[in-house]
């Protein structure tokens, strides 16, 4: 007898289909991976987040301001006084001499501004090329940042993607309780803006009084305290340093087992606070640790600090610290972001939906059997036998590279129903019309597969463009759809081709010898 490699393919398919999808129908992880439910079949938080944008610009302007006080300072150029002021940073020069030299050395070192002089004043503001790229940046960076936050948290497959020019939407399924939602909402908003921001010691003490605007006079910024609100500080505008020279950040404890946040710097960031704490203008002056404009220390320098490490402390609960951990591990973000739009799908809404897909799924796979058992007699059988195969191995592919399935995933799967067997009915009726033409059952079978294979071939082919596109430019459900019908169509490729042909050949002795193409396809005269 020769070897059936057809049939010996849809056995492996089958089994291949069973093992992994057993996970998400007996629904045990501990089996191996399963598909995630989406948002609207186990319930979860949808947002809208607006970016703001003009916070993104006055943040690139201070990293300006500090990188020039930076590269200055490294030459050894005296600054007298440096200040953001409507869109521009403004920099006083101690002596002409360095006029020159520093014009030089912020053009070479600083890109996408525009550097006006008047004696030893300098003007640096942003060109409208820079303005909109930091705007552009400010969203891409964001559905970065958040989209990383929440795979840190560990939860399952959210979905983060940039809608329009400025908002971004967010989906994360599991979310049932009050107190998730809130973790998640203040995760996502927290800007994580890390700054090391000297203490202005000669007008401290009259912070109290003073207002914001005469503040902004002298080059500094009012900002609260962490702990006690009433309590100000005044600190100089542009910062020693900021978040993007962190490299990480992790929950540790003080001597009194209680959280605090360690973080580590980079070459750069290291190099500066090494250089400010050891400056002896700076010895015995405070220089405050400020995370998303709110002190939460002003340590006095004694000495040097070298190694680029330092921790926030700010009684925080161990879940706090974590969170802060990880939206600063993640980066910061260039803009905070706020909600625009929020909805709580609840729990028992996505149980009614997969309750009703799944009855559209059980109604349309029994319809769909017994049309082919009653049209096509055990050709139809065969069919049907493919058919669940097919779902199987669908089942099976998403649970391996734990796909999310949503409603719309759902919907695919029952259309994948109707063009899988498609595949069968096209190859059913070459096969009874060869028949009727007096042709052998192997013949028939031989050239009503070949003939029919062109005309699925051209049609699923473009069927799976189709979803490409979808799956590559879609989001969230439009993917979810996109994915369960591109892998519907591929498997009954393979079991309406290739296992069902496998079936014909192992019975094609029974068929032969029957004669009965009424009971194998429904055929009623055959010439």
């Not at 010996?8 to 089958?14: C, E, M, N, S």
């Amino acid at each position: 007898m020769k070897f059936n490699f057809r049939l010996l393919t849809l056995i492996l398919a089958f089994l291949f289909g069973l093992f992994f999808s057993l996970p998400t129908l007996l629904n045990n992880e501990s089996l191996g991976k399963k598909i995630t439910m989406g948002l609207d079949l186990q319930g979860g938080l949808h947002m809208i987040l607006n970016v703001k944008n003009d916070i993104a610009i006055a943040s690139k302007l201070k990293s300006v301001g500090t990188t020039a006080k930076y590269i200055l300072d490294d030459k050894n150029i005296m600054i007298d006084t440096i200040k953001t002021e409507n869109g521009v940073v403004l920099l006083t020069l101690m002596d002409e001499n360095d006029v020159k030299k520093a014009t030089e050395l912020i053009k070479k070192d600083i890109t996408g501004i525009t550097l006006s002089n008047q004696g030893l004043a300098f003007s640096l503001s942003l060109t409208p090329a820079e303005i909109e790229i930091t705007k552009q940046n400010a969203v891409d960076q964001a559905v970065d940042t958040i989209r990383n936050r929440l795979d840190e948290m560990g939860l399952a497959e959210p979905t983060v993607a940039k809608q329009g020019l400025d908002q971004i939407l967010v989906e994360v399924p599991g979310i049932k309780t009050q107190e998730q939602e809130k973790r998640v909402r203040d995760i996502i908003s927290k800007s994580a803006h890390l700054q090391m921001m000297a203490v202005d010691e000669s007008k401290d003490a009259r912070v109290a009084t003073m207002s914001e605007v005469e503040a902004k006079s002298y080059g500094d910024v009012i900002l609260p305290d962490i702990k006690t609100p009433t309590k100000k500080y005044l600190l100089k505008d542009i910062p020693i340093l900021d978040g993007s020279m962190l490299t990480d950040a992790k929950v540790g404890y003080d001597q009194d087992n209680k959280p605090i946040i360690n973080f580590s710097l980079n070459g750069q960031g290291a190099k500066i606070f090494g250089d400010f704490t050891g400056n002896a203008q700076n010895i015995g002056k405070r220089m405050a640790i400020v995370l998303d404009d709110k002190v939460y220390s002003d340590p006095a320098i004694r000495e040097r600090i070298g190694g680029g490490h330092g921790q926030i402390s700010g009684n925080f609960t161990v879940e706090e610290a974590q969170d802060i951990s990880i939206a600063l591990r993640s980066g910061s973000l260039l803009a905070p972001v706020e909600i625009a739009e929020k909805r709580s799908i609840g729990a028992s809404l996505g149980a009614d939906s997969i309750k009703a897909s799944s009855l559209a799924l059980l109604f349309g796979f029994g319809a769909v059997v017994l049309f082919m058992m009653f049209y096509y007699g055990l050709a139809g059988v065969i069919a049907n036998v493919a058919l669940v195969v097919n779902i199987f191995l669908i089942l099976a592919v998403m649970s391996l590279f734990g796909a999310t399935l949503t409603l719309p995933g759902m919907a695919g799967i029952v259309l994948t129903v109707g063009i899988a067997v498609d595949s069968n009915i096209i190859i059913n009726e070459r096969i009874r019309e060869l028949l009727h033409n007096g042709v052998s059952v192997k013949k028939a079978l031989h050239d009503g597969y070949e003939k029919a294979m062109r005309a699925i071939l051209d049609s699923n082919v473009t069927q799976i463009l189709a979803s490409t596109i979808l799956y590559a430019y879609g989001t969230g459900a439009i993917k979810g759809f996109a994915l369960t019908l591109s892998v519907g169509i591929l498997a009954s490729m393979l079991t309406a081709i290739v296992g069902t042909y496998g079936i014909y050949i192992a019975l094609l002795s029974k068929i032969e010898k029957s004669k009965r193409y009424d009971l194998w396809f429904g055929l009623a005269k055959v010439k």
